[in-house]
């Protein structure tokens, strides 16, 4: 090869990788494989995705393999016998996927080196696995089409920037949405993201059941499940609606308001993250994500911060359990929610807020 490699470890996996430095943050574009450490987490969940979801001879793509890590790692990890499809088009990643293959010793991966909207267009996959670098716009439509009935498909996000509001017109532009700088935008930014995945796939007479999206270091990820039928379809898009906002008040409501349209509905499965099993090599921060998943699935939408509602009240911040104790004490939903370690998500109304803060 034409660079200097290293061999790592990751999951199950030993992995072949280009020997860079490698910096903080979403990475930067080259014509090397790329190979973002930070991502471990989202490689993780794509396998405990694999292993809650799938079963013997069914079909996965890595639309956007590069060094092949995922790809590789829900071959090896997952106890049924998949097809495992790797895919990148460029060379230089075709090579290094094939040697990862061979050097890990699966035989239920091939290996492709196509243009991904090409592959989509023919492909039909049960797991379909878009991680771009940036925005995954490009890919939706086409991973709607390809994602079987009941298939699942995972789309990554990393312009965050873009969804949170930072870059309002390219937001409209990318999305067909408003965003809204917030606290909370990042909870926003994850729904704009569902309601576009939502709208393309209406487009082809398919629905969306969002099972795990979530929001972590520098990206989104939608993990959802695509149901054919025009009534699926129009299912979905009654889910959408807009934010409004009245002093410390915000709802998602249908009719037009200061961002959107985006996903109004639960973006977390109960049932699901229950069934989900970690396996005993996997880090801890996907143990912890896992736990406030399952408790924050229970939650309405949008969350407070404790300064936000210390600044309204005119009070010190509270901490956060005892706020959230003090909530369910009263009868109220409250939970912690992963977007924040300082947030939580209640049914109580603002008033009562204050309330439970001033005493």
């Not at 909370?184 to 209406?202: K, P, S, V, W």
């Not at 993990?223 to 889910?239: F, M, N, P, Q, Y």
């Not at 801890?284 to 406030?292: A, F, N």
């Amino acid at each position: 090869m034409s660079f200097e490699t290293e061999i790592i470890n990751e999951g199950l996996a030993k992995i072949e990788i280009p020997r860079v430095e490698r910096l903080r943050g979403p990475g930067r574009k080259s014509r090397l494989p790329f190979y973002n450490p930070l991502m471990r987490t989202n490689r993780d969940i794509s396998v405990l995705v694999a292993l809650a979801t799938l079963s013997d001879r069914d079909t996965v793509l890595d639309g956007l393999a590069a060094t092949g890590a995922s790809g590789l790692r829900i071959a090896l990890e997952t106890e049924d016998q998949l097809a495992v499809t790797l895919n990148d088009k460029n060379p230089a990643c075709h090579e290094l996927i094939t040697r990862n293959i061979e050097r890990n010793g699966t035989t239920n991966c091939s290996v492709t080196c196509e243009d991904l909207n090409s592959l989509l267009s023919t492909g039909r996959f049960d797991l379909v696995d878009v991680d771009p670098f940036g925005t995954p716009v490009r890919f939706i439509e086409g991973a709607m089409r390809a994602t079987t009935d009941g298939g699942i498909a995972a789309i990554t996000a990393t312009d965050t920037a873009v969804l949170c509001g930072s870059r309002k017109k390219a937001c409209i532009r990318r999305y067909g949405s408003r965003p809204r700088r917030t606290e909370y935008c990042h909870e926003l930014g994850l729904r704009i993201l569902l309601g576009y995945i939502a709208r393309a796939a209406a487009k082809f007479d398919r629905g969306i059941e969002p099972l795990l999206c979530f929001s972590t270091d520098h990206y989104f990820r939608a993990i959802v499940r695509v149901r054919k039928g025009a009534r699926k379809a129009d299912s979905t898009l009654e889910k959408l609606g807009h934010l409004h906002i009245q002093r410390l008040e915000r709802e998602l409501l249908p009719e037009t308001g200061v961002a959107g349209p985006l996903w109004a509905d639960a973006f977390l499965d109960a049932a699901f993250l229950e069934s989900v099993r970690l396996p005993s090599y996997f880090p801890h921060k996907v143990s912890k994500l896992l736990e406030l998943w399952r408790e924050e699935a229970s939650s309405p939408p949008l969350f407070y911060t404790t300064g936000e509602v210390a600044r309204e009240f005119l009070s010190e911040p509270p901490a956060l359990d005892r706020i959230v104790g003090a909530l369910r004490d009263e009868g109220f939903i409250a939970t912690r929610t992963h977007f924040r370690p300082d947030a939580f998500k209640t049914s109580a109304d603002v008033e009562t807020i204050g309330r439970v803060l001033r005493t």
